[in-house]
């Protein structure tokens, strides 16, 4: 089944056009990296899938019916903000909030309910995590407790917004190896977005490349490679390979690792 | 000996419905981390308060009727109104001036101001101890029906919309309630104090316990020991109800900081 196909999609922001006619299809189980410079429009793309942002051209469907948006079938985690982080209050109960989440009155969430949160945090391994006040714990303890929720209410689509950010080498692996694990384990399809390709090398099945409004869907021996990368960052761009890593250069500058710092200027 | 007198009675259990209402609303304006825009409120009721006995209305009436207006219009207004500090603090300024001109052409101003701005809850007759438990009741009725959204919103406010639920009408909706809550916060500690009561006891509560619910009933159970405890201290003293209310409220909410 195709999890995910992307028909002539046009997107646009604030007048801003991010994706322009951009066609692609990924397949249910497949581990999709997302990568692209700031603004390349990954956020947007994940935000159309989820019904948020409505597209400007073409039709997205999602497991083959259109988009909509509190479809079951997908699962969110956007990048962390920091307001939640400051919150005293519990991992159990910031999880817990998303169990139908969007009806109204009183949230009795039901043995059922309850052992979703408790199966979700089990999967992430954040079950006694989950007992102490989010502002006390780590960037990584809560980049687990947001994929705890997303997987809430068994989704069979991860969206995973940048869940990498402003964590160290190990920590970022351990997140990769994670998410790998659990959509292994539950036969889900994910799209991971990410300002490096090298983390996700192990773990990706493809590649989708976004900038300049235009996309590119395949293996990274497909994707990464000077001709596609130039035309997606609209300028001269080197590939360089050494020692199992992948460098993206523009006149002796390596693009992604630039994006990376800024992001990290940015955050704090 | 303290319940012996008909005016001490009612205070205390008008103190008890405002207690109730401020600690439950206020633990979500605090988890929101909204808590200007409740001090903002209870400035506007200042005007609303002033006109209305100024035309010979209950001054309820009036804050709550422009506690309402503003709360809905903040709400529409939502991200359009973050990091406008200037222009909310004019908002404030031109409701006290307001609410002063009102005063000035009322006849006995000094009182009903000082009533006005630091409460009077030893005033509190029959008629208002009814119009108090009414709006409490719609207030806490109407939390309740928006308590999940309202919960899902203010933690993920992005997942809470890919999921469906509008953060704009969710804002406008807590906020409605937040501007009874202030309304009837004001009749016992007035419009200048709303923060000791629907913020000091939510703010020690979140200090206290990460538990959600537990927290919401500690809220409204310090609430509850500030109204009553100042109204206690108020009776045997012959200092100002509001005064001990505040005082109470400061020292459980610094003793929660360093406990913490």
């Known amino acids: 089944m195709t999890a995910i196909a992307c028909d002539r999609v046009s997107l646009a922001l604030g007048g801003r056009t991010i994706l322009a006619d951009v066609s692609l299809e990924i397949a249910e189980g497949e581990f999709v990296g997302v990568l692209g410079s700031n603004g390349s429009g990954k956020t947007t793309l994940m935000r159309a899938i989820l019904g948020v942002i409505p597209t400007s051209g ?41 169990v139908d989440g969007h009806r109204w009155g009183l949230p009795w969430r039901g043995t059922a309910g309850r052992k979703d949160i408790d199966r979700a945090l089990a999967l992430v391994d954040a079950t006694s995590l989950a007992q102490r006040p989010i502002s006390e714990l780590s960037g990584g303890e809560r980049q687990r407790l947001l994929i705890a929720q997303a997987l809430v209410g068994a989704p069979k689509l991860l ?26 384990k539950l036969a889900l399809t994910v799209l991971f977005s990410a300002h490096e390709i090298n983390p996700l090398l192990g773990a990706l099945d493809r590649v989708l490349y976004l900038g300049n409004t235009h996309a590119a869907l395949g293996s990274v021996d497909q994707v990464i490679t000077s001709p596609v990368l130039s035309r997606l960052y ?22 992604e690792r630039d994006a990376h710092q800024h992001e990290h200027n940015h955050v704090h | 000996m303290i319940f012996a007198y008909d005016f001490m009675r009612n205070a205390f259990v008008a103190s008890g419905i405002v207690a109730l209402v401020a600690g439950a609303v206020g633990y979500f304006l605090v988890l929101r981390g909204q808590t200007f825009a409740g001090h903002a409120l209870s400035h506007v009721g200042f005007a609303g308060a002033t006109g209305a006995v ?72 029959r008629e208002t101890l009814w119009m108090l438990g009414g709006l409490g009741a719609i207030c806490l009725a109407a939390l309740a029906a928006v308590s999940r959204p309202l919960i899902f919103a203010s933690l993920q406010a992005e997942i809470a919309e890919a999921k469906g639920v509008s953060p704009r009408l969710i804002a406008v909706l807590f906020l409605a309630v937040v501007a009874i809550a202030v309304a009837e916060s004001s009749q016992i500690v007035g419009v200048l104090l709303v923060f000791t009561l629907m913020v000091g006891p939510a703010a020690a509560a979140q200090r206290l316990t990460g538990r959600l619910w537990l927290g919401v009933a500690l809220s409204v159970a310090l609430a509850l020991i500030d109204a009553w405890g100042g109204l206690t201290l108020a009776f045997y003293t012959d200092w100002p109800t509001s005064f001990w209310i505040t005082a109470l409220s400061g020292l459980v909410y610094f003793a929660a900081l360093l406990k913490a």
């Not at chain 2, 000094?110 to 409460?119: D, E, M, R, S, Y």
């Open chain 1, 58 to 98: 073409g039709s997205i469907r999602v497991f083959e019916t259109s988009v909509r948006r509190g479809n079951p079938m997908i699962g969110y985690a956007p990048q962390v903000r920091s307001p939640v982080a400051h919150s005293r209050l519990r991992g159990w109960d910031f999880v817990a909030s998303v």
């Open chain 1, 159 to 184: 969206l995973l917004d940048e869940p990498l950010i402003s964590l160290d080498p190990p920590r970022q692996q351990a997140v990769i190896d994670m998410v790998r694990d659990i959509a292994g």
């Open chain 1, 234 to 255: 609209g300028a001269d761009i080197e590939v360089i390979r050494l020692r199992g890593r992948i460098f993206v250069m523009s006149r002796g500058h390596d693009l």
């Open chain 2, 54 to 125: 100024l035309i010979g209305l209950p001054p309820l009436a009036g804050l709550a009727g422009f506690t309402l207006m503003a709360g809905i219009g903040i709400g529409l207004l939502g991200d359009r109104l973050s990091g406008r500090d200037v222009a909310i603090g004019m908002v404030l300024s031109l409701s006290l001036g307001f609410g002063l001109l009102f005063l000035h052409f009322y006849t006995s101003f000094a009182t009903q101001a000082t009533a006005v701005l630091f409460g009077n809850v030893l005033a509190v007759d």
